[in-house]
């Protein structure tokens, strides 16, 4: 429902999906009243854990919209998905996470205008991933705006990263690589 906040106590996470359960979450807010999820004390020190997606078995997960949603102040990373089928984010911003800003494995989300902001460490990381990113804006991470490793192509349009210390897109391994259009 727009104009949700949620107020996540320290050390808890939102899990959708597990070895045995599809799971999946729509989270639609609107421009003017986004869908917030964040630590209930304001610090990513003792933060919450963030939105975990999640199907190691690898059996096609479930599908997962989030549309005008921010994610806030997590102690580890706002987003995580391993091996889940379907993800969009469309209008998503994750801020000042302690680790990363969102971390794909073995995933293929479709990003359209997500901003990633004030990351620790990494804006993004895609490993063994083949994220499609159109719009948005990666800003002030700690250390690559956006890194993939293992196979995947990520494929990365009209996305600005601004004011990263190392490396705007870092593509490490011998099968992976990255399509840049307009970055």
Known sequence: TPNTTLLMGDYTAIQIGSCYNRGSILAEGSEAEPIVMRSRTGSSATGWLGLYFYDACQNAGGNSILRNVTLSLPRNDNLESY???????????????????????????????????????????????SPVWTG????????????????????????????????????????????????
């Open 83 to 129: 091996y889940y089928n379907s993800i969009v984010l469309d209008n998503v911003t994750s801020e000042r996470a302690a680790r990363y800003g969102l971390y794909f494995q073995g995933t293929s989300p479709t990003l359209r205008n997500v901003d990633v902001w004030g990351s620790a460490n990494i804006g993004t990381y895609a490993s063994q991933s």
């Open 136 to 183: 948005g804006r990666i800003n002030n991470t700690g250390g690559a705006a956006y890194q993939t490793t293992g196979c995947g192509i990520s494929t990365l349009r009209d996305l600005q990263i601004d004011t990263t210390p190392s490396y705007g897109v870092y593509a490490d391994g011998t099968c992976n690589g990255a399509q840049l259009y307009n970055v």
